[in-house]
């Protein structure tokens, strides 16, 4: 008997898995790749104790929109427009829009930037990528796509191996991690903010809740849901733990001085060998591919479920043509802008979508905060006093950081 209860536990787990470990996993991609590199590469360990923090704020904010999603079995702007009213629900897709289009942005120039290292030119890269990615949403279940993105997430792993073969001073990176070091500059508080908004973002809201009413989970699943959301939110920053420390034992230790993850990959190669610095720029087309599948899924999935137009991935072209017009159009116009600029810009085209994403943050947790409040949609399940205050905090922060980050040109001024 306890060995068949222990079975269905397991069954149930691993029906639940997914939606907390893909979004999670999808949060390091070109960008925060890019902006972990350069985090390490330009402050050392200074900002690893940032990660600390907000692994508990991602976990926290994504197990609120799943909960939203199992409970409720709607995405997150159908219930903005049916709380707040059309007009809200419009602004709320229009900030998700405006951070998710130069997000993926960023996602087509990683894949553009992790193949050069490769000799291989963006003209043609770009573009097999895109229709790649095409063709994997529109004629795939759902299934199918789940575990490609699942095995796609483990590939990180790799950054795991980069940051042990660079051989950190590991007594300074863990008091780095628990011993906060703030520094009032321009540079520090747009790597500060990056790096925040990298990790949480408001496309994460829109996606994972979209992810679990897609994958039908309702409130029996909470429990096996929260267990795979607080493994994602680990994760995601365990990765980010070791890319930090990969770049700071190596590229920080030694002076150098890098443009964006593809430098970092090169850059490790005499310090910490041929190996380290393949696997570091592997992860980053992994990672670059992985953002530009999720986040023109997630623009489609918000906006149609918001407007209430079909959408999902089990649907076909014929039977959602908006959701997969939206869709197309979210991998078509990144795509071609990475391929008209300049490649010297390929570095702000990745960095800055996620100083965006951070400054956007606030707006779309105060949506989450109201709504996941309200017992008329959630009921019994609504917020514990611990979830209200660590969002609460999560929100507060990226304001101040946002406006000392418009200050900043001032705070150097007067320090």
């Known amino acids: 008997m306890r060995s068949r209860l222990t079975r269905q536990r397991f069954a149930l787990l691993f029906a639940a898995i997914g939606p907390g470990l893909i979004a999670a996993s999808a949060d390091n991609d070109a960008g925060g790749i890019t902006t ?19 692994t ?19 995405g997150f702007g159908g219930l903005i427009r049916e709380k707040f009213g059309a007009r809200w629900a419009a602004l709320a897709i229009l900030i998700m829009l405006a951070a998710n289009f130069g997000t993926t942005t960023a996602e087509f120039a990683g894949i553009a930037t992790s193949l050069r290292i490769f000799g291989l030119n963006r003209l043609i890269t770009v573009p097999l990528a895109a229709i790649a990615i095409f063709i994997l949403i529109a004629k795939f279940d759902f299934q199918r796509v789940q575990r490609i993105f699942l095995i796609s997430s483990l590939v990180y792993f ?15 990176a863990v008091g780095s991690t628990l011993r906060p070091e703030i520094a009032l500059t321009a540079g520090y508080l747009l790597m500060f903010v990056a790096t925040v908004g990298t990790t949480i973002t408001p496309w994460g809201q829109f996606f994972i809740q979209s992810y679990i009413v897609d994958k039908r989970l309702k409130e029996e699943d909470l429990p096996y ?10 994760f995601t920053n365990l990765i980010a733990f070791f890319i930090i420390v990969a770049c700071a034992a190596t590229i920080w230790a030694t002076g150098m001085q890098i443009s964006d993850a593809a430098h970092a990959a090169a850059a490790l190669k ?11 720029a592997f992860g980053l087309l992994n990672a670059s591919l992985l953002g530009a599948a999720i986040l023109p899924l997630t623009s489609a999935y918000a906006t149609c479920e918001t407007f209430g137009w079909e959408s999902g991935i089990d649907k076909t072209p014929g039977e959602a043509p908006i959701f997969f017009g939206l869709f197309l159009f979210f991998i078509l116009a990144p795509s071609a802008i990475v391929l008209a600029i ?26 989450v905060l109201k709504i996941a409040n309200d017992r008329s949609f959630m009921g019994k399940f609504t917020n514990s006093r611990a979830f209200n205050a660590i969002a609460i905090a999560t929100t507060a922060v990226m304001i101040a950081l946002t406006i000392l980050l418009l200050g900043s040109p001032l705070i150097e001024r007067l320090t």
Do not use: C, H
């Open 36 to 54: 972990y590199s350069l985090a390490g590469a330009r402050f050392g360990y200074g900002l690893l104790w940032v990660l600390f923090l907000t």
């Open 56 to 74: 508990i704020s991602l976990a926290v904010t994504q197990e609120m929109g799943a909960r939203m999603g199992a409970v409720t079995g709607k």
């Open 158 to 172: 790799t950054y795991v191996v980069s940051g042990l073969l660079a051989r950190p001073d590991w007594r300074l």
């Open 225 to 234: 849901m929260r267990a795979d959301v607080y493994v994602g939110a680990f």
């Open 270 to 280: 005499p310090l910490a060998g041929r190996f380290a610095s393949a696997l570091f």
């Open 342 to 367: 300049d490649s010297g810009l390929l570095l702000q085209a990745m960095i800055l979508p996620q100083v965006l994403n951070g400054m956007l943050l606030p707006a779309i947790l105060i949506f």
